[in-house]
Structures are given as structure tokens and as C-alpha cells.
């Protein structure tokens, strides 16, 4: 038994405490302990062969099977390995141990030597067959890319479902390989200017590929027949939603800034990591198009540049893209660049975040920039944004919006009007 008692002491304050205690019991262990010599016998036997760990002690608590041990019941002295037991299957006589082992190492060294020396071959063979079927067939990506009006005709069920209609021809539903959704854009307008332009226009968008554009799956320029083939987005254009046409979705603040960013880097894709360098000039929220999961992609980028629109046939001379849209310059100098681009963008902010259509005769200030502009004054943002929110939107983030879609608009409206040479 043992006693633990806490007395306090003249200078202390507090009452007796105590966190923890320690204890120690000595155990006696009734083994007997293992011989040394046979420890290093063994720790010898372990290093030669490599191996990782022993059993213990092989006479405790009994004999292993393939020795004999000194005398068990003998408790005065440490248990020691008399001999090793001859006739066991599992051990090599000392004189044997010497071949069987190096003979065990070369076989299995051959045998796997022969195994990778069949691989070897039958990669090599498979390889160059393969290269041969290559030879016989033409690009994958030419077959793929590539439709004849007939297969067009096939594709959207000879035309049978219209999914929108536009200025450069009708856009179809249809179905690749009688799976995959797509969206067959065929063209209304053709010349023999035109369709070369298209052919060097199709060839740059078949290498663009990014998350936030719409990727071109395959083109048609049979004859008099020019058609695109564009992969299938669900949710149809941001316009819709934000109209609130029948079978469209509502689309809270956060939804909107997500879609919002998304069109923002397929853009800044076009204009940086194109070469050269692509510019959208329609840009505009029905060609901000949303797929199952609402992930924006623009869409329609590139054709106005190569294809004309209406009776026009010089690109050059045409103002192409939509009213309300372009900035202001391009009507004048008809010439192109990213900042007209990001122009259209700006106005597609004010969109997101008014919900009020770009061009609107009843209001006293038709354009929506300038609807904006004099609201601003105000400093009431409410009165801005789209009532259909009801205020479910973060203050601060709609002010940054709405001041960087007016920075976009007032940049090029100043531009225009006092000739500044900003680039």
C-alpha cells in the first residue's frame, strides 16, 4: 500500500492541487533471457539475407519447428540452439544453399528478361500496324470536321426543328452520330469573296478552344451550301432569362456575376490568346449562351467579320453588330479593335444588372447608358437595379459593377465626342 498526502505550505495561497501523479510498478518477468551469442547469430543470419524482421527468439515460448534448443525444463540457464533439425524440406544443407540460391536469382532474372523481351516485340508490332491503318486513312480530325450538305440534311432531321434565326442564316437542332446534340448554323448569304473568307475563318475557329466560347464542332462548304456546327447549349441565351420568357429561369446576383466573369474571360481569350488576335463585334447578351449547368460561353464570334449581312457584300464598308451595341467610333471609322469589344460588354453589364432593354424609345433617355447616367446622380442604386431582384444583391459588388460597365461607356463616348487619341 502506499500513501499520498498535499499539506500546504507557509507561503502558499492556494489550496492544495495537484495535476498529475506518476507511477511505476516493477515487473518480473518469469522468461528466461536469451542467449547472446545467439542473438548475434541470428541478427547475422537476418542481415545475409536481407531480411526486414526476425520472429524473436526461436526457443521461446517453444522450440521453433526447424532447431532444437538445451534443455527446457532447465530454468538456471538461458535457452540456447542445440542444432539445427536435418530431414526439414524447408532448409538447404550448407553445401547446397550455395548453387540452389544463385540458381532461384538467374531463373527468375531469365524469366522476366524473357517476359519484357515478348513485351518489347509485340509493342513494336502492334505500333506498326496501327501506322499502317494511318497511312490508309485520311486525318481523323479532317473526317470529323468535315460534313456534306447530305450528312447537314441527316444531322437536323432535313431541318425540321428551328432553334433561332439570325442575321448570317437559320440556326437547326440536330444530332452527331445520332447522340450528341448540336446546334447546325446554316448560312443564308454566299460569294465568291465570302467563301473564302469563310474557309480562312472556319480554319482559325477550329483552333480556338477554350471553356467560355462555344466550340465549333464541324463545318459544311458543299457548293452553294455553307453551314457551322456548333455544340448544343440547353439553356438557349442570357437574354431569355433575364426577359423572363416563358420556360426560363430566374437568375439570382450571384448567378449573374458567375455569368457575367464567364463571358468576360471567353473574350479576353479571343483578344489575347488568339494569333491573331480575334474580335467578336457582336457582342451582346443573346450571344452570351448558357449550357445544362448555366456556364456562359459566348457564341457567334468571329463570322460577322468574314460573312456580310443583309443586301451588303463589302465587310469593310458595313456596319455589322446590333444597335445600342457597338461604340460609338465604329460608326464612324469603321475600323476595329478590342476596345470595341469591350464597349459591347459594358452595355451587356448594364443589361445584367438593370434588366431594362439597350434602346428604348419611351424612355426620355432611349439608350440605356444614358438612362443609367442620369440615375447615377441620383446616388440611389435601387432605383437602378432590377426590381425582379427585390434587393436580394450585395450593395458593394452591384456599385463595382455598375461603375466599371460606365467606365467601359464613358470612355468611348468621350472619345468620340473630344477626339482623344487614348488607345
Known amino acids: 500500500e502506499c500513501s499520498l498526502e498535499l499539506r500546504k505550505t507557509l507561503d502558499s495561497n492556494l489550496p492544495p492541487l495537484i495535476n498529475a501523479i506518476e507511477a ?8 528466461r533471457e536469451t542467449y547472446e551469442n545467439d542473438v548475434i547469430a541470428m541478427e547475422k543470419i537476418l542481415a545475409a539475407y536481407a531480411l526486414i524482421k526476425g520472429s524473436g527468439d526461436p526457443c521461446l515460448p517453444k522450440p521453433s519447428h526447424y532447431l532444437k534448443c538445451s534443455n527446457y525444463t532447465d530454468t538456471s540457464e538461458p535457452l540456447r540452439i542445440i542444432s539445427f533439425l536435418h530431414g526439414n524440406p524447408e532448409l538447404y544443407e550448407i553445401t547446397s544453399s550455395k548453387k ?3 540458381v532461384a536469382v538467374v531463373a527468375s532474372v531469365v524469366s522476366i528478361a524473357i ?5 518489347v516485340f509485340l509493342f513494336i508490332g502492334l505500333r506498326r500496324k496501327q501506322s499502317r491503318r494511318e497511312a490508309l486513312r485520311p486525318s481523323i480530325e479532317t473526317a470529323k470536321r468535315r460534313f456534306t450538305y447530305l450528312e447537314i440534311m441527316a444531322m437536323t432531321n432535313n431541318f425540321q426543328k428551328i432553334l433561332g434565326e439570325g442575321g448570317l442564316g437559320i440556326i437547326y437542332h440536330g444530332h452527331l452520330n445520332n447522340s450528341q446534340q448540336v446546334a447546325v448554323k446554316v448560312l443564308s448569304q454566299s460569294s465568291s469573296q465570302g467563301y473564302k473568307q469563310f474557309k480562312a475563318e472556319v480554319e482559325l475557329l477550329m483552333r480556338v478552344h477554350h471553356i467560355n466560347l462555344v466550340s465549333l464542332a464541324g463545318y459544311c462548304d458543299e457548293r452553294d451550301h455553307l453551314a457551322l456546327v456548333y455544340e448544343y447549349m440547353a439553356n438557349r441565351d442570357l437574354k431569355e432569362h433575364l426577359s423572363g420568357k416563358e420556360g426560363s429561369s430566374f437568375l439570382d446576383w450571384p448567378c449573374r456575376l458567375r455569368i457575367a466573369s464567364q463571358a468576360a474571360l471567353g473574350l479576353e481569350y479571343l483578344h489575347t490568346g488568339c494569333k491573331p488576335p480575334m474580335y467578336h463585334r457582336d457582342v451582346k447578351s443573346t450571344n452570351i449562351l448558357l449550357n445544362d449547368d448555366f456556364q456562359a460561353k459566348l457564341g457567334d464570334f468571329g463570322l460577322s467579320r468574314s460573312f ?3 443586301s451588303d457584300t463589302h465587310v469593310s464598308t458595313v456596319v455589322v453588330g446590333t444597335p ?10 469603321h475600323r476595329l479593335s478590342d476596345k470595341s469589344d469591350v464597349y459591347s460588354f459594358g452595355i451587356v453589364l448594364l443589361e445584367i444588372i438593370t434588366n431594362q432593354l439597350v434602346i428604348d424609345q419611351t424612355r426620355e433617355r432611349p439608350h440605356i447608358a444614358e438612362w443609367v447616367r442620369f440615375l447615377l446622380t441620383t446616388g440611389d442604386i435601387e432605383s437602378i437595379m432590377d426590381p ?9 459588388s452591384a456599385w463595382k459593377v455598375l461603375e466599371l460597365a460606365m467606365l467601359f461607356e464613358t470612355f468611348f463616348s468621350r472619345k468620340t465626342k473630344h477626339g482623344s487619341n487614348c488607345s
Open 24 to 31: 511505476f510498478t516493477v515487473l518480473v518477468f518469469s522468461e
Open 100 to 102: 540452389n540460391f544463385p
Open 388 to 396: 425582379n431582384l427585390k434587393g436580394n444583391y450585395a450593395s458593394g
Open 324 to 333: 445600342g451595341f457597338l461604340d460609338p467610333e465604329y460608326y464612324q471609322t
Open 115 to 119: 517476359v519484357l523481351v515478348v513485351l
Open 308 to 310: 456580310p449581312v443583309g
